[in-house]
């Protein structure tokens, strides 16, 4: 008997239809596909109710961690973050996690906390985007006033995403600051 899993993915106004999945793992990460879809259409409920499906059948990190996504638009950061340490229990090499962690830390008003998140990210193996570790640090040494920090961090985004123009953005208005400094530091030293 042939099992068939019919869901409405909001995406096309149809019903999807597969095939059953052979194991329990493959249906959760479909899960996590679908809840990623629903994420993408803004329907967070359903998307987090996909997710949540996702990590009853078969707990991976990506579940786990977008499913913390999801829950920091309700603002809890806290859980958000309890998510993702699981995330990390289950795939160390999963960098999203680390990253978010970061940056709900940094929302918390944490900055020092959320510099070692952020450099864990770089680290990880498996990490698609890879370039949000360097720009968040660079937002974030930006607001501390570390301007050579965020000028390093800026163009490794550039490294890994040539034709980010934020990046490339701030690299310019940091050079004129930099600059700036420097001369001002010329002139003190004169004096």
């Given at each position: 008997m042939?099992?068939?899993?019919?869901?409405?993915?909001g995406?096309?106004?149809?019903?999807?239809e597969?095939?059953?999945?052979?194991?329990?793992?493959?249906?959760?990460?479909?899960?996590?596909?679908?809840?990623?879809?629903?994420?993408?259409?803004?329907k967070?409920?359903?998307?987090?109710d996909?997710?949540?499906?996702?990590?009853?059948?078969?707990?991976?990190?990506?579940?786990?961690?977008?499913?913390?996504?999801v829950?920091?638009?309700?603002?809890?950061?806290?859980?958000?973050?309890?998510?993702?340490?699981?995330?990390?229990?289950?795939?160390?090499?999963?960098g999203?996690?680390?990253?978010?962690?970061?940056?709900?830390?940094?929302?918390?008003?944490?900055?020092?906390?959320a510099?070692?998140w952020?450099?864990?990210?770089?680290?990880?193996k498996?990490?698609?985007p890879?370039?949000?570790?360097y720009?968040?640090?660079?937002?974030?040494?930006?607001?501390?006033?570390?301007?050579?920090?965020?000028?390093?961090?800026?163009?490794?985004?550039?490294v890994?995403?040539p034709?980010?123009?934020?990046?490339k953005?701030?690299?310019?208005?940091?050079?004129?600051?930099?600059?700036?400094?420097?001369?001002?530091?010329?002139?003190?030293?004169?004096?």
């Open positions: 042939k099992e068939v899993l019919q869901l409405d993915t995406l096309t106004g149809s019903v999807l597969e095939p059953s999945l052979p194991d329990n793992e493959q249906r959760a990460r479909r899960l996590v596909d679908l809840g990623s879809a629903y994420v993408l259409k803004n967070l409920t359903e998307a987090r996909f997710f949540e499906r996702s990590l009853e059948i078969y707990p991976t990190a990506d579940a786990y961690t977008y499913l913390g996504w829950m920091t638009y309700h603002g809890c950061y806290i859980e958000a973050i309890e998510l993702c340490t699981k995330a990390i229990e289950l795939d160390p090499e999963f999203n996690p680390y990253n978010d962690i970061g940056v709900y830390l940094m929302r918390l008003k944490k900055s020092k906390a510099i070692e952020f450099e864990k990210a770089k680290k990880a498996r990490y698609e890879r370039h949000f570790p720009l968040n640090l660079g937002i974030l040494y930006l607001k501390m006033g570390r301007l050579s920090r965020a000028y390093e961090e800026f163009s490794q985004v550039l890994h995403e034709d980010h123009e934020e990046a953005k701030q690299i310019q208005e940091l050079e004129v600051l930099l600059n700036f400094q420097e001369s001002l530091s010329k002139e003190a030293a004169k004096n």
